[in-house]
Antibody, heavy 119, light 109 residues
Framework: QVQLQESGPGLVKPSETLSLTCAVSGYSISSGYYWGWIRQPPGKGLEWIGSIYHSGSTYYNPSLKSRVTISVDTSKNQFSLKLSSVTAADTAVYYC????????????WGQGTMVTVSS | SYVLTQPPSVSVAPGQTARITCGGNNIGSKSVHWYQQKPGQAPVLVVYDDSDRPSGIPERFSGSNSGNTATLTISRVEAGDEADYYCQVWDSSSDHPYVFGTGTKVTVL
């Protein structure tokens, strides 16, 4: 059974870079699938941030593309998110998620991690 | 980018049927997925590819998709169905392949 677990700082200062990691268990990330990041500001809806294929190909939300980098570390079986030049608008719960059994749908989610942007 | 519009809220009495719509331009040509999200929890996939259910999801959850509207139907609504629901589509040819709907809060009266 595939499981995802996010980790990273819960507080980031404005203009700095938000960095999160998603550890994958129950499956070798190098074997396939897309691995994605989704966020949800407090009281608001879901927003897809970007996804990475196991080979390293990346796909980013055009509205965030200039600030987002997603990478894979197959040796640690994890993938990461970096979001630069953050502002208060980037305060959100950040989820890692993946379409494992269903192409195009996120059927596996991490529990989510709250990141607050504040000085 | 592609926009998916949902009603902000739907109210339903226990035992009745809730219908949640998801509007998008020619959405009938796309595969639509639905998620249930309870407070403080990650979303859970309840319907995929318009009308299929993942293992463990009750048959009370069903979906349809045609024209410019997709619909999630919850039959025989229970108190435990109270949650936010989101539709989502995937367009592999788009530069924004994953799009979520605006979300609908289902309240069980």
């Amino acid at each position: 059974q595939v499981q995802l677990q996010e980790s990273g700082p819960g507080l980031v200062k404005p203009s700095e870079t938000l960095s999160l990691t998603c550890a994958v268990s129950g499956y070798s990330i190098s074997s396939g699938y897309y691995w994605g990041w989704i966020r949800q500001p407090p009281g608001k809806g879901l927003e897809w941030i970007g996804s990475i294929y196991h080979s390293g190909s990346t796909y980013y939300n055009p509205s965030l593309k200039s600030r987002v980098t997603i990478s894979v570390d197959t040796s640690k079986n994890q993938f990461s998110l970096k979001l630069s030049s953050v502002t208060a608008a980037d305060t959100a719960v950040y989820y890692c998620a993946s379409p494992i059994a269903v192409a195009g749908a996120f059927d596996i989610w991490g529990q989510g991690t709250m990141v607050t942007v504040s000085s | 980018s592609y926009v998916l519009t949902q009603p902000p809220s739907v109210s339903v009495a226990p035992g009745q049927t809730a219908r949640i719509t998801c509007g998008g331009n020619n959405i009938g040509s796309k595969s639509v997925h639905w998620y249930q999200q309870k407070p403080g929890q990650a979303p859970v996939l309840v319907v995929y590819d318009d009308s299929d259910r993942p293992s463990g999801i009750p048959e009370r959850f069903s979906g349809s998709n045609s024209g410019n509207t997709a619909t999630l139907t919850i039959s025989r609504v229970e108190a435990g169905d109270e949650a936010d629901y989101y539709c989502q589509v995937w367009d592999s040819s788009s530069d924004h392949p994953y799009v979520f709907g605006t979300g609908t809060k289902v309240t069980v009266l």
